[in-house]
């Protein structure tokens, strides 16, 4: 029994190592992998959702089937679906292909779909296991889970601060606080991200590019957010060759007389406010399941108050910048008490050469 639930694990987190291969490609869908055994417990297929609009972990398993998988097992990390959509419901196939048991890790976040494939794979006469490595598979899909349950999309923010925490120098200049590794980093953790949000004011004061230097390929859409529409006629971020562009402005008080300093092939949105929650709602209505937050203190006050944050990385340089008014990663968040400030959770701390690298939850 005990050894039987050993290899069940194994087999299972075969699935999640899978479906982490779709990583920075699937969103607005999930990271799924899928493993298949015959009758035996033998391995005889195995497959993983590689990009939106591809076929699913389990069909793309299903496909690849070298022998029989009639009285089987599949094991999956996300319940499979039971609605037709780009492409067909997996229940069927799992019924079709006559698999006998199926352990699936978590159920999928949707509400209109949670435990409706399970039901039905029940109602097929198969033994449904629930639960395996389910922390792990939250883990992995925390962002699909997280713009499920909330409608926005999940939130990292992430700057590089000296010793003394300033994030940059009272007239503006920031440009390296943190090493080239560090920076090099950034670029790979942008690979990851369905899009990278940064402020007016940031792209008038850094011109940044914003991409994962072709680490992922597209590039994430790269948003800007703008009180005033007042942007520069030339930027980085005017290339739409290089990566997708998005300005995001708040129509209560832009002066839309801007509007032709943007160029043709930038794609441009307007909301009724500048609460960068309803940025977060308008991404994951794209298609984001996840935003890198790379923005200047203002914006990054803003959007911490407003919960679009659930993560934060911190890269902390050893270097003193000093100044009563040089720049703090954040604003005042007028806070009164102790009790009201934000309590960071699971700190996770490394080294990138002399950088200190702190990673957390909100
Ligand atoms: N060290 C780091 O990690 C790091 C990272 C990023 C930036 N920076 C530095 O930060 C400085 C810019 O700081 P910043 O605070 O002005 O950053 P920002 O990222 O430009 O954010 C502020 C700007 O965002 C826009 N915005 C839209 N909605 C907003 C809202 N609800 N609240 C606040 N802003 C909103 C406004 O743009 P409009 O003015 O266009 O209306 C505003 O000026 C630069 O000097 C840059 O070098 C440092």
């Known amino acids: 029994?005990?050894?039987?639930?050993?290899?069940?694990?194994?087999?299972?987190?075969?699935?999640?190592?899978?479906?982490?291969?779709?990583?920075?490609?699937?969103?607005p869908n999930p990271m799924v992998g899928a493993v298949i055994l015959d009758k035996n417990g033998n391995l005889i297929s195995e497959g993983f959702h590689s990009k939106s609009g591809m076929p699913h972990a389990e069909a793309m398993a299903f496909n690849n089937l070298k022998k029989d998988a009639r009285d089987g097992t599949i094991y999956v990390n996300l319940e499979p679906c039971c609605h037709q959509g780009k492409t067909p419901p997996c229940?069927?196939?799992?019924?079709?292909?006559g698999i006998k048991r199926v352990f699936v890790s978590i159920e999928d976040p949707d509400k209109r779909m949670s435990g409706k494939g399970i039901k039905l794979l029940k109602d097929a006469g198969i033994k449904v296991h629930l639960g395996l490595c389910k922390k792990e598979s939250k883990e992995l899909?925390?962002?699909?889970?997280?713009?499920?349950?909330?409608?926005?999309?999940?939130?990292?923010?992430?700057?590089?601060?000296?010793?003394?925490?300033?994030?940059?120098?009272k007239n503006g200049k920031s440009k390296w606080i943190t090493n080239k590794d560090s920076r090099s980093l950034v670029h790979s953790l942008r690979a990851s991200f369905d899009a990278i949000v940064i402020g007016g004011n940031t792209l008038r004061k850094d011109d940044p590019f914003l991409t994962?230097?072709?680490?992922?390929?597209?590039?994430?859409?790269?948003?800007?957010?703008?009180?005033?529409?007042?942007?520069?006629?030339?930027?980085?971020?005017?290339?739409?060759k290089l990566a997708r562009t998005l300005v995001v402005y708040d129509a209560s008080t832009a002066d839309e007389k801007f509007l032709k300093r943007i160029p043709e092939g930038v794609e441009i949105e307007k909301l009724s406010s500048d609460n960068p929650i309803l940025l977060s709602n308008l991404l994951a209505k794209k298609g984001c399941n996840n935003v890198f937050w790379e923005c200047g203190p203002k914006l990054a006050t803003s959007a911490m108050k407003a919960g679009c944050i659930q993560e934060l990385m911190t890269f902390i340089a050893p270097k003193i910048l000093g100044g009563v008014s040089s720049m703090n990663p954040f604003s005042d968040f007028e806070f009164t008490d102790m009790d009201e400030v934000f309590n960071l959770n699971e700190p996770e701390t490394s080294f990138i050469g002399n950088d200190i690298y702190v990673k957390s939850i909100t």
């Open 1 to 27: 029994m005990i050894e039987s639930h050993i290899i069940d694990i194994k087999w299972m987190k075969r699935a999640i190592y899978l479906a982490s291969l779709g990583k920075g490609r699937t969103s």
């Open 91 to 97: 229940v069927d196939k799992i019924i079709s292909f």
């Open 141 to 169: 899909n925390k962002s699909f889970i997280h713009k499920n349950i909330t409608d926005n999309a999940y939130g990292v923010m992430k700057w590089a601060m000296s010793m003394d925490g300033r994030v940059g120098l």
């Open 212 to 240: 994962s230097r072709g680490i992922r390929n597209p590039e994430p859409l790269r948003v800007v957010f703008t009180k005033t529409l007042n942007l520069p006629v030339k930027s980085n971020l005017w290339d739409c």
